[in-house]
């Protein structure tokens, strides 16, 4: 595709329920990440996956969290029993290769979940 | 661990102006140094990055950095700024020799560009 697409944009969740947000990474791009950014904070490190392995879950804030790439494309984020503190935007990026740390990541427009 | 300090939380300028923005990182070890935009109502995009080399790195839009190494520094510049600059900028790092390319971003700086 033309670039990293995320789906909803916009989630309006009640504190208790399950999300799941979508991240389409650029096509051929094989390693995707998972990001977190608060309110007048830069993003932070959630998650990466190199094809559908997930290599690195060191971000993660809770086992509430979960991610997963089973195809080596597509990826989910899912948020179980959602607290308000998880609201924040939830950006996804991807890079073509997974060999280097010098590879440009190439970022979605972001998910902002509010929970009331 | 990597940390980034951003100390110019807002920035407000007129067109033509200069701009530097700082960007302090701090690890022991050797980093890759990134510099993203994010336009309003956009997403991320990358300005431009520093790995090896000279140390003054050219990006898009007459924007450039200079990593100086001791002092851990990669402040962004550049010589005339335009209404279209208005943006948040993030500086970046990630650990070059462990195979992690996850980034450790700074807390941003907001650039008003006044017309």
């Known amino acids: 595709g033309a670039g990293v697409s995320q789906s909803p944009r916009y989630k309006v969740a009640k504190r208790g329920q399950d999300v799941a947000l979508r991240c389409d990474p650029i096509s051929g791009h094989v390693s995707l990440f998972w990001y977190q950014q608060a309110l007048g904070q830069g993003p932070e490190f959630l998650t990466y996956?190199?094809?559908?392995?997930?290599?690195?879950k060191s971000g993660l804030p809770s086992d509430r969290f979960f991610a997963e790439r089973p195809e080596g494309s597509v990826s989910t984020l899912k948020i179980q029993r959602t607290q308000q503190e998880d609201s924040a935007v939830y950006l996804c990026a991807s890079s073509l290769w997974a060999g280097g740390t010098q590879e440009t990541q190439y970022f979605g427009p972001g998910t902002r979940l509010l929970v009331l | 661990a990597q940390s980034v300090s951003q100390h110019n939380h807002h920035v407000i300028l007129s067109e033509a102006a200069s701009l530097e923005l700082g960007c302090n990182y701090s690890y022991g070890g050797t980093v890759n140094l990134f510099w993203y935009v994010q336009y309003p109502g956009q997403h991320l995009q990358l300005l431009l990055k520093y790995f090896s080399g000279d140390p003054l790195v050219k990006g898009i839009k007459g924007f450039e950095a200079e990593f100086i190494k001791s002092k851990f520094s990669f402040n962004l510049r550049k010589p005339s700024v335009q209404w279209s600059d208005t943006a948040e900028y993030f500086c970046?790092?990630?650990?070059?020799?462990?195979?992690?390319?996850?980034?450790?971003f700074g807390t941003g700086t907001r650039l008003l560009v006044s017309p």
């Open positions: 970046a790092v990630n650990a070059r020799n462990t195979g992690f390319q996850k980034l450790v």
């Open positions: 996956f190199q094809n559908e392995a997930q290599l690195d």
